[in-house]
């Protein structure tokens, strides 16, 4: 398989529930983003990881957690969300000089907190 | 505050004609730009880019044309065909692998 995979794609949980979402990127790339997009609302960067490391975090809510094992994988832990988190989740891949290289994306995880 | 801004929501063009889809800027430190597109239930993928020593980039179908004193890049695409329907996300980057997307433009290309 090849190019970027999130799963699930579709997620309903409840408030107090714990979720986690899968991305796992096939590219060989070295830096992995997770998206948030909100209707209406321009797609907002959420977290980097460049070669494990996180380098971004904005201002995001600690109710999201993200974890990032190996240059290949990327969790979004959820934890006591709200229903305004209702969102697509996008996580996007790309080589280190990401500068002249484009994010590859994945297809989104559906997220509705009810 | 928004720092690229796509005005137009959606835009509806018939087949064969021209599609041109508007992005904005406010920061001057900007120098790399991209479109990507997006069907429903897939991710963005990535179309064509423009770094601001240049004023137009083509590939194919698709040109960008940036204008930097205006702070204002458009995507044309021509002709435009039913396919090319889908939601269009501009981004800019001014350091790093961060880069600030607009809302998108629905493009909707009537046969």
């Known amino acids: 398989e090849t190019g970027v995979t999130q799963t699930p794609r579709h997620l309903v949980m409840g408030m107090t529930n714990k979720k986690s979402l899968k991305c796992e990127q096939h590219l060989g790339h070295n830096a992995m983003y997770w998206y948030k997009q909100s209707a209406k609302k321009p797609l907002e960067l959420m977290f980097v990881?460049?070669?494990?490391?996180?380098?971004e975090n904005n201002s995001v809510p600690s109710r999201f957690s993200p974890e990032c094992p190996n240059s290949s994988h990327l969790f979004l832990h959820l934890h006591t969300l709200q229903p305004e988190d209702s969102a697509l989740y996008l996580c996007?891949?790309?080589?280190?000089?990401?500068?002249?290289?484009?994010?590859?994306f994945g297809p989104g995880t559906r997220l509705t907190v009810l | 505050d928004q720092q690229v801004k796509q005005n137009s929501p959606s835009l509806s063009v018939q087949e064969g004609r021209i599609s041109i889809l508007n992005c904005d800027y406010t920061?001057?430190?900007?120098?790399?730009f991209l479109w990507y597109k997006k069907y429903p239930a897939e991710g963005p993928t990535f179309l064509i880019s423009i770094s601001s020593i240049k004023d137009k980039n083509e590939d194919g179908r698709f040109t960008v044309f940036l204008n930097k004193s205006a702070k204002h890049l458009s995507l044309h695409i021509v002709p435009s065909q039913p396919g090319d329907s889908a939601v269009y996300f501009c981004?800019?980057?001014?350091?790093?692998?961060?880069?600030?997307f607009g809302t998108g433009t629905s493009l909707t290309v009537i046969p």
């Open positions: 920061n001057s430190m900007f120098d790399y």
């Open positions: 990881y460049n070669f494990k490391e996180q380098t």
């Open positions: 981004a800019a980057s001014a350091e790093g692998n961060q880069f600030y």
């Open positions: 996007a891949s790309s080589p280190p000089s990401a500068r002249t290289d484009t994010q590859y």
